[in-house]
């Protein structure tokens, strides 16, 4: 994720096996001139083929759940995610409902455009 997410600098897979992953990320957030640096450690739930649950374990924020969702479409897939997260007294200085409008977007761009790379 490194080479595509923008905010993304490492990340580390710990723990993996058919149907979960333990994953470390490190990165840097920027809200607009504020940049402070993350490290995260999620558990990846994989219910095959339709949904991905991921909980912070441990990392810089308080607390960080998703939930994403596929479901066939048309021709194509819809992708549902829900994202809860509870920021640290650091993060909650700069973080608004704004800055997340923008960062979400922008991190599933280039996850969509990598998927797209991929397919080719």
Known sequence: MAQWVPNVRETIVLRRDASSAT???????RYGAVSLPYATERRMELDKPVAIR???????LRRVESLMTLESE????????HLEIVPSAVASVAMSAGH???EIPEQF?????????RAR
Not at 54 to 60: D, F, I, L
Not at 74 to 81: Q, V
């Open 54 to 60: 991921s909980a912070q374990v441990r990392g810089s």
């Open 109 to 117: 761009n280039a996850i969509i455009a990598e998927m797209v790379r």
């Open 100 to 102: 997340l409008e923008r």
């Open 74 to 81: 048309g021709s194509g897939t819809r992708l549902t995610y």
């Open 23 to 29: 994953i470390e990320q490190h990165g840097v957030a």
